[in-house]
Nanobody
Framework: QLQLVESGGGLVQPGGSLRLSCAAS????????IGWFRQAPGKEREGLSC????????KYADSVKGRFTISKDSTRQTVYLQMNSLGPDDTAVYYC??????????????????????WGRGTQVTVSS
């Protein structure tokens, strides 16, 4: 069974950093593109970043460009989201999702895209002083 597990969330002060992890089991990230998303209370799910299965293409939403960095460690079967300069608006539940369509040099920030067939349960990030 496909499974994604997010970790690394928590409480951080404004201006701080966190690194989220998305670990995969039962399938290989070598053939999987990964997207990171978040959802704050009362808001729609928002696409933040994605990386294609080759690891050569990355995308970022304007809201996180220059602050967040996505990376992939195939040996650990994990995708990371390094988040810097966090602010209260970054408070949300963060999710990763898997696209196993094996489209090279392609990934999407659209959470409603049917390419994302598997989702993790999310990890809470709270930015507060």
């Amino acid at each position: 069974q496909l499974q994604l597990v997010e970790s690394g969330g928590g409480l951080v002060q404004p201006g701080g950093s966190l690194r989220l992890s998305c670990a995969a089991s039962a399938f290989t990230l070598d053939s999987t593109s990964i997207g990171w998303f978040r959802q704050a209370p009362g808001k729609e799910r928002e696409g933040l970043s994605c990386i294609d299965y080759i690891g050569s293409l990355t995308k970022y939403a304007d809201s996180v460009k220059g602050r967040f960095t996505i990376s992939k460690d195939s040996t650990r079967q994990t995708v990371y989201l390094q988040m810097n300069s966090l602010g209260p608006d970054d408070t949300a539940v963060y999710y990763c999702a898997a696209d196993r369509t094996r489209s090279p040099y392609m990934c999407t920030l659209d959470p409603s895209n049917a390419r994302y067939s598997s989702w993790g349960r999310g990890t809470q990030v709270t930015v507060s002083s």
